[in-house]
């Protein structure tokens, strides 16, 4: 392994679970956008939207998600044709991706500033990842964050539990640039020294788009099977050569054995070599 070894990392669903943030900020803004009188959800509907939320890429599609559940749209109709779904929604009620965006944003801000113990405390670190983070610099290792999530969020919930990364290595929602084109920059800046660069990701459509690109060949490409990702894509991740599952506790400790395909391809994850 090269000296100079990368550790690209999604946020949500790997390093830190916001299921309950993402669900209560989500129905707060639902209730605005589509402008509600009941303001507490129908019984059930926070655990279909538990369910369904690996259909999610953007935050914004998390309300129109909840819309879909009260319109009584089924779960199997939503796994299969989500995206067609969403936008439908979106005309129908006259809004847009960037409109929605901007209000759940608000949202966020407005809970943030008047009370940012308890919008915190809705996020839960992954067992071991805070461990991880901080022996990170003993193993040689440099964490980048690239996720969909706003970097400033990121610093306060990393602060939180006494992680200090510098705003170089988080790679936000602002920056509006793609995963694959963030792994491209990783590559490019780093291209003297050849880095070894790993990324985790629990979103196997992701890592099936970054597969297909030849650049990025050289990069190990993992899927976090404790993150937000169906029974259906893990297994679907088996039968892909470039894809590795990775389970919770190997990647907390940043070693063990990846699981693999029953028809013989079975690999080493082999993170610490």
């Known amino acids: 392994m090269n000296a100079a070894r990368i550790l690209a990392l999604d946020f949500d669903g790997v390093i830190c679970d916001g299921m309950a943030e993402y669900w209560q900020t989500a129905w707060r803004t639902y209730t605005q956008v589509w402008q509600l009188e009941r303001l507490e959800p129908s019984p059930g509907v926070a655990e279909k939207f538990r369910e369904l939320r690996p259909l999610i890429e953007v935050g914004w599609e998390m309300p129109v998600l909840i819309r879909a559940l009260s319109l009584g749209i089924s779960t199997d ?49 992954y067992p071991g990842v805070v461990d991880l983070f901080k022996d990170l610099p003993n193993r040689k290792i440099q964490p980048v964050i690239i996720t969909t999530k706003e970097s400033r969020f990121v610093t306060q ?16 929602k602002e920056l509006k640039r793609s995963k694959i084109d963030s792994l491209k920059q990783i590559l490019d800046r780093g291209a003297k020294k050849s880095p070894a660069v790993w990324f985790v ?10 597969a297909t690109q030849p650049e990025l060949e050289s990069v190990k490409l993992y899927l976090a099977d404790w993150g937000y990702n169906t029974p259906l894509e893990r297994a679907a991740a088996l039968q892909q050569s470039r894809i590795q599952t990775l389970a919770l506790a190997d990647f907390a400790t940043l070693g063990g054995t990846a699981k693999k395909g029953t028809a013989g391809k079975t690999e080493a994850a082999d993170l610490v070599t």
């Open 157 to 172: 919930l990393l602060q939180k539990e006494g992680i200090e990364l510098s705003s170089e290595f988080i790679w936000g």
């Open 201 to 210: 990701e629990d979103r196997l459509s992701t890592l099936t788009k970054i």
């Open 77 to 125: 109709r939503m796994q299969s044709s989500w995206q067609r779904i969403r936008d439908r929604i979106l005309a129908d009620s006259r809004l847009s991706g960037v409109k929605v965006s901007q209000q759940l944003d608000a949202v966020r801000d407005s809970w943030i500033e008047q009370d940012l113990t308890s919008w915190l405390g809705l996020h839960q670190f």
